[in-house]
């Protein structure tokens, strides 16, 4: 059963179909299902403007902008959600995962211990639980943890700098900015992925060390690998890309999850429980 908001009918009666936000959701749908990832972004973002206080539309829109990387607006709209309705659980759960994919670990804990709060039994209550374990391991490895805790506001903001200046294109600028993190934070493995994927971008082979250097330093850092399979991938050495590959695959065996799982999961869906505006 497709979403209905509940005054659908009547909205049909007056608005012409290409004005309604739900035609605009659906068709985001589709074209996310068509791997059209700004496509969708652009037509959930058209659903939200026209039917603005459909709290799905922006919980849709938020899974779509984590998946192509974009977690801090992702994080934006889903708090902007919170505050107009706490009842949307499934927030904190998303929020949780794109704290994680930046780094903070401990944001990313009080998210996922909020959800697991708020909806003991729900349908991502066991990926909390694996997720909760996983965000554990990696405190229990993060060797100035109480210092970046301390800085956390500033430290994210240095970061969202970088990632947004990657995200335009200017590798060259996001450099200095995450070499800068790197300097205060050196056990922040996070800027040193993202460092190694500007690197990577710029055609700078550094990029590999980079990463070889933070799986020295953090055996069995996710991130690093995933970089390490992607670049040689992308290199065309299927042959190197292997062994990392493979690295992935046990760890989603293990775990039972990808933090990534949850976007496909929530955003393939159209039945999504949600509580809706009048």
């Known amino acids: 059963m497709g979403l209905k908001p509940k005054d659908e009918q009547e909205k049909q009666k007056v608005v ?30 058209r ?18 902008l984590s998946e192509i990387g974009e977690y801090e607006r992702s994080n934006e709209i889903l708090e902007n959600v919170l505050a107009e309705n706490k009842d949307v659980a499934e927030c904190y759960f998303f929020m949780a995962n794109n704290y994680a994919y930046l780094g ?33 391991f990696e405190r229990e490895e993060e060797d100035d943890w109480e210092e970046i805790e301390e800085d956390e506001d500033e430290l994210l903001a240095q970061f969202e700098r970088a990632h947004y200046l990657i995200r335009q294109g200017n590798m060259s600028q996001a450099v200095p900015v995450l070499q800068k993190i790197m ?31 933070v799986l020295e330093k953090d055996p069995g850092n996710l991130f690093a690998i995933c970089n390490l399979a992607l670049f040689y991938h992308k290199n065309g050495e299927a042959k190197k890309a292997e062994p990392f590959i493979r690295s992935l695959q ?29």
């Open 16 to 45: 012409p179909l290409f004005q309604s936000g739900d035609y605009f959701f659906h068709r985001g749908i589709a074209a996310y299902r068509k791997n059209h990832l700004q496509r969708a972004i652009k037509l959930l973002e």
């Open 47 to 64: 659903a939200v403007k026209l039917t603005n206080t459909e709290p799905v539309f922006h919980v849709q829109l938020a899974a779509v």
């Open 104 to 136: 903070l670990f401990e944001r990313a804990e009080r998210m996922t211990l909020r959800y697991l709060e708020l909806s003991p039994d729900e349908r991502f209550t066991q990926d909390a639980k694996d997720l909760l374990e996983l965000l554990r």
């Open 183 to 213: 300097d205060e934070h050196p056990t922040y493995w996070t800027a040193h992925n993202q460092l190694a994927e500007a690197l990577f971008q710029m055609g700078d082979e550094s990029a590999f060390d980079l990463c070889y250097t």
């Open 250 to 278: 046990r760890v989603y065996r293990s775990m039972g999850i990808i933090i990534q799982k949850w976007q496909k999961r929530y955003v393939q869906s159209e039945s999504i429980k949600l509580p809706m505006k009048e």
